[in-house]
C-alpha cells in the first residue's frame, strides 16, 4: 500500500494537468467555474457593480470563443445573467477576453471586439491576465471609445479569492468547496499563470536615476512612468498575498485612480506610501513607504 503522500498524488482530480495550461482550457475551466459556484460569481461580479447577482431564479450563462462573423471577432468568453423561470430576461451581458503567459492585452483587438459588442448590445468587456490592477474596476486598456466599460481580473486576484472565500466559510455547497480548491490547484500548479514577480527593465535605472534627483527637483515624465506602471501592480501584489497568507483581506486604500496618486507623491516627496485596511475596516490599517 503506498504511504499517504504518494497516495495523495494520485487522488483523482476534476482539472487534470498536463494539457490545459493553454488559453482556451484555461478560460473554459474558469468559466465552468463560475457557473457553476453561486458565491463566487456573486463575489466577483458584485466587486465590478452588476446588479441583481444575488437575486432569486437569477442565473449565469457562461460560453467560449464567441464569433462576431469573422475570424477577427472572436471573443474568449460571453456571460449572459437571466432573471425568471419561465420567460427568461436578459439582465446583463458581458464578453471575456483572457490571456495567459506574458501575452500583453492588445488595444486594437479589444476596440474591434468594442464594435463587435456594440452590434449585439453589450456595453461591458471584461478582460483577464497575469496583469495587475488596483481594483477590478479599472483596467489596463485606456481605450478613447465612448460607451464602454472595461473591467479587470488578474488570475491572482481569482485564484485568491476563491480561496478567501473558502476560509472564511462563505460557500455553503460542500461540493462546491471541493470545486473552488480543484480550482485554486488548477491555478497554482498551471505553468503559464503568475502573481507579479519582476519589476520589469526598466525599475532598476529608473529606481537609480530618481536618486540623483533633489527633493524639489521635478522627475521627468519617461521614469515616472516606469516606476509607476511596476510599483501599482507591486503594491496590488502585496494585498493579495498578504489575504492568501494570512486570516485577513488586506485591500489597498486609494480614492481615485491610482497611477496619479503615485506620480503626485513621487514629485512631492520622491516617496510612495501605500496604505491598506484590513478586513474592510479602514480603522484597522498599516502603510509601507518606499
Known amino acids: 500500500m503506498d504511504n499517504p503522500e504518494e497516495l495523495e498524488s494520485r ?140 473591467y479587470h481580473w488578474s488570475w491572482t486576484y481569482l485564484k485568491v479569492t476563491a480561496s478567501r472565500l473558502i476560509r472564511t466559510d462563505t460557500i455553503e455547497d460542500t461540493d462546491h468547496i471541493f470545486l473552488l480548491k480543484e480550482l485554486r490547484r488548477y491555478f497554482d500548479t498551471h505553468k503559464n499563470i503568475n502573481n507579479y514577480i519582476h519589476m520589469g527593465q526598466e525599475w532598476k535605472n529608473a529606481v537609480t536615476k530618481i536618486h540623483t534627483y533633489s527633493d524639489n527637483q521635478i522627475i521627468d515624465k519617461e521614469t515616472v512612468s516606469h516606476i509607476v506602471e511596476s510599483y501599482k501592480q507591486e503594491e496590488k501584489d502585496i494585498s493579495l498575498q498578504l489575504t492568501d497568507k494570512t486570516d485577513h483581506y488586506v485591500e489597498l486604500v486609494t480614492k481615485k485612480q491610482r497611477e496619479p496618486e503615485i506620480e503626485e507623491m513621487l514629485q512631492k516627496k520622491k516617496i510612495i506610501t501605500s496604505t491598506y485596511m484590513i478586513d474592510n475596516n479602514k480603522n484597522y490599517n498599516f502603510s509601507i513607504d518606499i
Open 11 to 150: 487522488r483523482a482530480r476534476l482539472f487534470p494537468l498536463g494539457n490545459s495550461d493553454g488559453e482556451t482550457s484555461t478560460v473554459s475551466i474558469f468559466l465552468a467555474s463560475l457557473g457553476a459556484v453561486k458565491e463566487y460569481r456573486e463575489e466577483l461580479l458584485s466587486r465590478i457593480g452588476i446588479k441583481k447577482i444575488n437575486n432569486k431564479n437569477i442565473e449565469l450563462h457562461t460560453y467560449t470563443e464567441v464569433s462576431g462573423g469573422n475570424n477577427e471577432n472572436r471573443p474568449d468568453g460571453l456571460l449572459v445573467i437571466t432573471s425568471g423561470k419561465h420567460n427568461l430576461v436578459i439582465e446583463w451581458a458581458g464578453f471575456i477576453e483572457a490571456k495567459v503567459r506574458d501575452n500583453i492585452l492588445e488595444l486594437e483587438q479589444i476596440e474591434r471586439y468594442v464594435e463587435f459588442a456594440r452590434e449585439i448590445g453589450i456595453n461591458d468587456i471584461i478582460t483577464v491576465s497575469n496583469y495587475l490592477t488596483t481594483t477590478p474596476m479599472q483596467s489596463p486598456i485606456k481605450s478613447k471609445k465612448n460607451k464602454f466599460n472595461p
